[in-house]
T-cell receptor
Framework: GAVVSQHPSWVICKSGTSVKIECRSL??????MFWYRQFPKQSLMLMAT?????????EQGVEKDKFLINHASLTLSTLTVTSAHPEDSSFYIC????????????FGPGTRLTVL | GNSVTQMEGPVTLSEEAFLTINCTYT??????LFWYVQYPGEGLQLLLK?????DKGSNKGFEATYRKETTSFHLEKGSVQVSDSAVYFC???????????FGTGTRLLVSP
């Protein structure tokens, strides 16, 4: 149990376009979902935390107007990279937690975004 | 602030060798410590965790002991297998928070 999927697994887009990445908890309800960004040979950096039905909480330095996060249901969160630029190219990973009181997060396999 | 430092890889071992991956941390308060593993093409999976000083987390033959005096949480396994080849991440959360702070990851390559 506790499987998290992401779609797409990789995407290539042109500079200036927007890209949406989906994160789904397949066999449990996720009260809280997290979005991370991973640069090559670097650690995962938390971008934002989202609770179902609430606005996402962004980490310092993350542009909320650029990285739009929606957590409309207990099994789905989306990250939209708006007006993407080459510097947004990265590996984006989501995770999901059953509740705000648990420290266990279940991770998706990640989405590789390349902006040309 | 909170941070995690782990040894750079890759770590290359032969099957049945002893494994140690070092991890040290800096944190305020009383963090919980974790090791996550990422197999090729898959998401991160929780390998083990420890929530207080002197706790030992263990799973699948891997162990790590929460050492407050040395602020360390080194990962060990007595005899590695080819199937252990993966990237291992050390991480922490601070008291009452879900935010995970990760190390940079260490790639382990085990050859037959």
């Amino acid at each position: 149990g506790a499987v998290v999927s992401q779609h797409p697994s990789w995407v290539i887009c042109k500079s200036g376009t927007s890209v949406k990445i989906e994160c789904r908890s397949l066999d449990f309800q996720a009260t809280t979902m997290f979005w991370y960004r991973q640069f090559p040979k670097q650690s995962l950096m938390l971008m934002a935390t989202s609770n179902e039905g609430s606005k996402a909480t962004y980490e310092q330095g993350v542009e909320k107007d650029k990285f739009l996060i929606n957590h409309a249901s207990l099994t789905l969160s989306t990250l939209t990279v708006t007006s993407a630029h080459p510097e947004d190219s990265s590996f984006y990973i989501c995770s999901a937690s059953r509740s705000a009181s648990t420290d266990t997060q279940y991770f998706g396999p990640g989405t590789r975004l390349t902006v040309l | 602030g909170n941070s995690v430092t782990q040894m750079e890889g890759p770590v290359t071992l032969s099957e049945e060798a002893f494994l140690t991956i070092n991890c040290t941390y800096t944190a305020t308060g009383y963090p919980s410590l974790f090791w996550y593993v990422q197999y090729p093409g898959e998401g991160l999976q929780l390998l083990l965790k420890a929530t207080k000083a002197d706790d030992k987390g263990s799973n699948k033959g891997f162990e790590a002991t929460y050492r407050k005096e040395t602020t360390s949480f080194h990962l060990e396994k007595g005899s590695v297998q080819v199937s252990d080849s993966a990237v291992y991440f050390c991480a922490l959360t601070n008291t009452g928070f879900q935010k995970l702070v990760f190390g940079t990851g260490t790639r382990l390559l085990v050859s037959p």
